[in-house]
């Protein structure tokens, strides 16, 4: 099997935080998974948008979420751009939430033979500098 990095050693910088998305980011301060949910039509969305991609209102509410979920499906990236190139191969995951929303992110902590559709995963915080963190998934041995 391919040995398999990650990328927690790739220097990163805090994206831009927009006022919108900014209770998402604060949540990250903490370790914690805040999405935002319509309580018109009780569906919840990801990534952070200025109003609901079911009814286009803005009367969203923010949620904590656990934040444990499935690989729903993934890539072995090979080949990367700066600032990933030198730090392949790397998986790359689309992970399936129990709130019904799917959200990519890298996968740390996972050996080639152990990434399947279905794996069971959890959240991994990756600091960033401002504070915040980066949400990355690693295999849930629970």
Not at 119 to 131: A, E, F, N, T
Request: charged share 25%; net charge neutral.
């Amino acid at each position: 099997m391919t040995d398999i990095r990650d990328t927690r050693d790739v220097p990163r910088h805090a994206p831009p935080h927009r006022s919108y998305s900014e209770p998402f980011w604060e949540g990250t301060r903490q370790r914690r998974l805040l999405l935002q949910y319509d309580p018109q039509v009780g569906r919840y969305q990801y990534y952070p948008r200025p109003c609901s991609l079911f009814t286009g209102r803005r009367a969203l509410e923010w949620r904590e979420v656990e934040g444990r979920g499935e690989v729903y499906s993934y890539t072995i990236a090979r080949r990367a751009r700066p600032p990933f190139q030198g730090h392949e191969p790397f998986i790359i995951a689309v992970v399936h939430l129990p709130e019904d929303v799917q959200i990519m992110g890298d996968m740390v902590n996972c050996p080639a033979e152990t990434i399947r559709v279905g794996l069971k995963v959890k959240p991994y915080w990756h600091p960033l500098g401002d504070g915040t963190h980066l949400l990355m998934f690693e295999p849930d041995g629970e």
